[in-house]
């Protein structure tokens, strides 16, 4: 009999603690269809992104928009992890731990988003594409833009679905970088490397480390820092990286938050990698590059991005309007000085930024991340820095080919579109 009342009370137990944890879950389960409960998800202009009822799951009348931003909203039955809806709809109804019945509410939840410029990313990139693009305010920390593509149309239920359509590649998911890295590589280097400004290296039919041969996409000869950056050179900064060490590369890759997953309003992002066990100096080069067996999710970079456009200075990212988000020191403020004029160096004197960025002071890097099957990433990552349009960005095209010839073409025509549409 004592047996039995232990067993007992360790199961009421159990029950309470789960009951605590999954009771409104239990409950709205079962009422979700006539709890009486409202909502609407706007854009930060106000458009409607959804709306719903205790009759109706409604979605933008406009298609473009559905699609465009479908990774932002995700839809009512949470085939997207990252889709805020299915979180609003929860937290328009209240519940008592008491009674077990939940209560109904009226809500709007307005977003940081522009779903004009979702549109234009989705159109940008292509339906046809697979990739992703992000848009920040690095001074508020306002996420204007976001899309993943492949998408979808949440209301089309016969939609033809491509592998990879719920995954949002934006946050939950790394790619190969590529020489984006070496903007962290750089950085380590400005810090811990003396007379770096006076230095050369010398780059002519890639070079051996430790006998192991390390390529470079053309002969750059004599070149200063500066212009090794801008010429994307491998044979400069896979030395570079051997010179720092792989346990100094491991500390910046994790103090700048690479290897970690983070939190956007409370959904949870993905976690990068960069070789952590001892691999010798020839892989340390690789991953110096960008190359070895480094990821990097697309939002880890554009945080270290909007801290190095501020100054160094992260105003955390976050979705929803009005939020006081935190902030904290992520880059050394010389060190995001001298960062924003090489990376400034780059867009003017190898991007052809006059064409691509018209009026713009563009701050950027290429990245042409190979996937060892004759195949390629391309990126392209930066931010302008103009005080009127604060903005960074990070564009991802999967197999894209050359950075600067696919990702920087999208990333142009978009804050082309940006600058000129979207409100100061």
């Known amino acids: 009999m004592l047996l039995i009342a232990a067993l007992v009370i360790v199961g009421m137990s159990v029950y309470m603690l789960r009951y605590i944890d999954h009771g409104k879950e239990w409950a709205l389960y079962f009422s979700r269809a006539n709890t009486g409960s409202t909502g609407h998800l706007v854009d930060r202009n106000g458009i409607t992104l959804a709306y719903f009822s205790g009759a109706d799951n409604l979605f933008s009348p406009d298609r473009e928009t559905r699609v465009a931003n479908y990774h932002v909203t995700g839809d009512y039955w949470g085939r997207t992890g990252t889709g805020l809806l299915s979180r609003f709809w929860k937290d328009t109804n209240s519940f008592s731990l008491l009674t077990g019945t939940t209560h109904a509410s009226d809500k709007l939840l307005q977003l940081t988003v522009d779903a004009r410029l979702n549109n234009k990313i989705y159109e940008a990139l292509g339906e046809d594409c697979e990739g992703c693009m992000l848009v920040c305010n690095y001074r508020t920390g306002e996420l204007l833009g976001m899309v993943s593509v492949p998408s979808t149309d ?41 007379n770096l400004d006076k230095r050369t290296w010398y780059c002519e039919d890639g070079v051996k ?35 720092l060490g792989q346990d100094r590369m491991i500390r910046y890759t994790r103090d700048y938050g690479f290897l970690d997953g983070h939190s956007l309003d409370g959904i949870p992002t993905a976690a990068g990698s960069y070789p952590l066990e001892f691999v010798g100096d020839p892989e340390t080069g690789w991953s110096g590059i960008g190359q070895s067996t480094d990821m990097v999710v697309p939002y880890s970079m554009l945080r270290f991005l909007c801290a190095v456009a501020n100054g160094g200075t992260l105003i955390e990212p976050h979705l929803l309007l009005g939020e006081n988000p935190t902030a904290s020191v992520l880059v050394k403020p010389s060190t995001a000085d001298k960062l924003g004029q090489m990376m400034n160096y780059n867009a003017v004197s190898h991007y052809n930024a006059d064409v691509l960025f018209p009026g713009m002071t563009v701050c950027a890097k290429t990245g042409t991340a190979e996937l060892g099957d004759g195949d390629s990433h391309s990126w392209f990552v930066g931010y302008l820095a103009d005080e009127e349009t604060p903005y960074a960005f990070v564009t991802l095209v999967e197999r894209g080919g050359f950075g600067i010839t696919r990702a920087g073409v999208v990333a142009g025509e978009v804050m082309q579109w940006a600058v000129e549409n979207l409100e100061r």
Do not use: M, W
Request: one cysteine or more; glycine letters at 6%; charged letters at 15%.
């Open 154 to 194: 949440p209301v089309d239920g016969n939609a033809e679905l491509r592998e990879g359509t719920f995954i949002n590649r934006c946050i939950s998911a790394s790619f190969t970088p590529g020489s984006i890295f070496k903007l962290i590589t750089a950085a380590a280097a400005i810090e811990n490397l003396p």
């Open 209 to 243: 480390i430790a006998g192991v041969e390390i390529t470079c996409i053309a002969d750059h000869y004599t070149q200063t820092f500066e212009q090794a950056l801008a010429n994307s050179c491998n044979v400069a900064f896979a030395q570079i990286a051997v010179e």
